[in-house]
């Protein structure tokens, strides 16, 4: 019986192995991979298991198609679902991964009653209600990641452009994920020092839009979704949860009143830690920022409007 911590990741995907290998490089949990297509998990833990040695990690990583194996999972991450396929409506999309994600979640729930659950599934903001509606957990334990990657593309961009490190650009991000996500530039430093007394405005703006846009253009050229970076940002919201490091991240958290925003998952900073999201940390916007995160909140309503159980 191991004494180790416990994460499951349901998803074996590019984001879900890439997420399981930081996670079990990190050496303080058993990571359990489950997916229903044959033998993926399973190929995929053997992998990653095979790289213990070289790199020096000890957890186990198991692959399943089923779910008895993730029982007593102190996290979650769901990143299951399809992704929008071409010329497949945006309802389309809610309609089948509704499906799916609240199966998952009946089938999490059932084995990990006292688990935190991290949703990455599509679209985003929809897919936490469903989670939250089918578990019955408190809003503590479900909310899910697309803030620290807007983020974490937003960094990467203001680095390049003032030649700085990754590590000392500080910058945040609200609102929906994709078009709708609200940066908060006031907020954003580089090495202490604010963005715009750095950067013209109108560089400031392009490298908004290409954060935006930041999923979209690695499709392009890919012709698939991301993973490496998704797959680290799911690793830094587990670390922060079971190391309790009351990290402040932007998550996609269930508002009841902050922001002006009520009954509906948004990005915004919370404070991560043991307890899942211990406290949403409101900030001062300007009144840009404000409109901005109202019509990002419009938005995300349409999309859970699609929902069969709004």
């Given at each position: 019986?191991?004494?180790?911590?416990?994460?499951?990741?349901?998803?074996?995907?590019?984001?879900?192995?890439?997420?399981?290998?930081?996670?079990?490089?990190?050496?303080?949990?058993?990571?359990?991979?489950?997916?229903?297509?044959?033998?993926?998990?399973?190929?995929?833990?053997?992998?990653?298991?095979?790289?213990?040695?070289?790199l020096g990690f000890e957890p186990n990583v198991t692959g399943s198609n089923a779910y008895e194996e993730t029982a007593g999972s102190d996290?979650?991450?769901?990143?299951?679902?399809?992704?929008?396929?071409?010329?497949?409506?945006?309802?389309?999309?809610?309609?089948?991964?509704?499906?799916?994600?609240?199966?998952?979640?009946?089938?999490?729930?059932?084995?990990?009653?006292?688990?935190?659950?991290?949703?990455?599934?599509?679209?985003?903001?929809?897919?936490?209600?469903?989670?939250?509606?089918?578990?019955?957990?408190?809003?503590?334990?479900?909310?899910?990641?697309?803030?620290?990657?807007?983020?974490?593309?937003?960094?990467?961009?203001?680095?390049?452009?003032?030649?700085?490190?990754?590590?000392?650009?500080?910058?945040?991000?609200?609102?929906?994920?994709?078009?709708?996500?609200?940066?908060?530039?006031?907020?954003?430093?580089?090495?202490?020092?604010p963005l715009r007394e750095l950067v013209s405005e109108e560089r400031i703006q392009s490298m908004v839009e290409r954060t935006a846009k930041?999923?979209?253009?690695?499709?392009?050229?890919?012709?698939?979704?991301?993973?490496?970076?998704?797959?680290?940002?799911?690793?830094?919201?587990?670390?922060?949860?079971?190391?309790?490091?009351?990290?402040?991240?932007?998550?996609?958290?269930?508002?009841?009143?902050?922001?002006?925003?009520?009954?509906?998952?948004?990005?915004?900073?919370?404070?991560?830690?043991?307890?899942?999201?211990?406290?949403?940390?409101?900030?001062?916007?300007?009144?840009?920022?404000?409109?901005?995160?109202?019509?990002?909140?419009?938005?995300?309503?349409?999309?859970?409007?699609?929902l069969s159980s709004s």
């Open positions: 019986m191991s004494m180790r911590r416990k994460i499951t990741i349901v998803g074996a995907g590019a984001t879900g192995a890439t997420a399981a290998h930081v996670l079990a490089a990190r050496d303080y949990a058993d990571v359990v991979l489950t997916d229903i297509k044959e033998g993926l998990p399973q190929g995929k833990a053997l992998d990653l298991n095979q790289m213990g040695p070289i996290v979650v991450v769901i990143t299951a679902g399809l992704p929008r396929q071409p010329g497949m409506s945006r309802d389309d999309l809610v309609t089948t991964n509704e499906k799916i994600v609240g199966s998952v979640t009946e089938q999490i729930v059932a084995q990990s009653p006292d688990c935190i659950i991290v949703i990455l599934s599509n679209p985003l903001d929809a897919m936490c209600h469903v989670a939250k509606n089918v578990s019955g957990f408190p809003k503590e334990r479900v909310f899910g990641q697309a803030g620290i990657l807007d983020t974490a593309r937003f960094r990467t961009f203001i680095a390049w452009e003032t030649g700085a490190s990754v590590r000392d650009v500080q910058a945040l991000v609200l609102g929906g994920h994709g078009d709708q996500m609200v940066p908060v530039v006031s907020a954003t430093t580089v090495g202490g020092v930041g999923g979209g253009e690695i499709v392009q050229l890919l012709g698939t979704s991301a993973w490496y970076a998704p797959g680290a940002a799911i690793a830094e919201m587990v670390d922060a949860i079971l190391l309790d490091q009351k990290r402040v991240l932007p998550c996609t958290a269930l508002l009841e009143g902050e922001y002006g925003i009520d009954g509906l998952y948004m990005g915004v900073p919370v404070k991560l830690g043991a307890g899942g999201i211990e406290a949403i940390v409101e900030l001062e916007l300007t009144d840009d920022e404000r409109e901005a995160l109202a019509k990002s909140a419009d938005a995300v309503r349409d999309v859970v409007g699609v």
